[in-house]
């Protein structure tokens, strides 16, 4: 089945600067690629996804890339703010019905100011 | 919006008790799931279910059944809970057409 592994397990950067989380998976049928955020007391929530068939995508200061042929797919925020401050996890899945997410353990960004 | 709703936010129980998890969604999603979170191991998921009274093991579902009688409400059951229940356990459901997932708030559970 597929596997996601997640890197760092902690980040911390100053205000202003740029944050990269890195996953990588197994399954090579997999083609759904989302990001969720979770801050504080709440459920993840999702912030980005990205499917196979592009290699990046960008939403004002969030950006994900996607390299299908070494498996591995990225996180990008530029400017951090302190309001980014929260656990990131990234997953992977088939895009079929039967099938569930398989989640990343997860990254802790602190961004102090 | 969508909205999954977990029945409680917090809980404590005690060792050998049988514990329910409700949750509920409210967008007619056919899929949904729980996941156990725990620090340092990520979200692991539990349970999941694709339709009405359709269940499928996840990577973790010993200690664990559920009950999906209704496309919008799906329960997690400890049947005699343990101490190394104790943790954060989330639910989702999944449209379909997209294959996006949205998350509920969570439910703290304390096994004593």
């Known amino acids: 089945g597929e596997n996601v592994e997640q890197h760092p397990s902690t980040l911390s950067v100053q205000e202003g600067d740029s944050a990269v989380i890195k996953c990588t998976y197994s399954?090579?049928?997999?083609?759904?690629f989302p990001w969720y955020k979770q801050e504080l007391g709440k459920g993840p929530q999702l912030i980005i996804d990205?499917?196979?068939?592009?290699g990046e995508k960008k939403d004002q200061r969030i950006a994900v890339t996607l390299n299908k042929t070494a498996k591995h797919f990225s996180l990008h925020i530029t400017e951090t703010q302190p309001e980014d401050s929260a656990v990131y996890f990234c997953?992977?899945?088939?895009?079929?019905?039967?099938?569930?997410?398989?989640f990343g353990k997860g990254t802790t960004l602190s961004v102090s100011s | 919006d969508v909205k999954v709703t977990q029945s409680s936010r917090y809980l404590v129980k005690r060792t050998g008790e049988k514990v329910f998890l409700e949750c509920v969604q409210d967008?007619?999603?056919?899929?949904m799931f729980w996941y156990r979170q725990d620090p340092g191991l990520g979200l692991r998921l539990i349970y999941f279910?694709?339709?009405?009274?359709?269940?499928e093991k996840g990577d973790i579902p010993e200690g664990y059944s559920v009950s999906r009688e209704k496309k919008e409400r799906f329960s997690l059951i400890l049947e005699s809970a343990s101490t190394n229940q104790t943790s954060m356990y989330l639910c989702?459901?999944?449209?379909?057409?997209?294959?996006?997932?949205?998350f509920g708030a969570g439910t703290r559970l304390s096994v004593l």
């Open positions: 990205i499917r196979s068939n592009v």
């Open positions: 279910s694709y339709d009405v009274k359709m269940k």
């Open positions: 989702a459901s999944r449209e379909l057409a997209k294959n996006i997932q949205y």
């Open positions: 967008m007619d999603h056919e899929n």
């Open positions: 997953a992977a899945s088939p895009n079929q019905a039967g099938t569930a997410l398989i």
């Open positions: 399954d090579s049928a997999s083609n759904y």
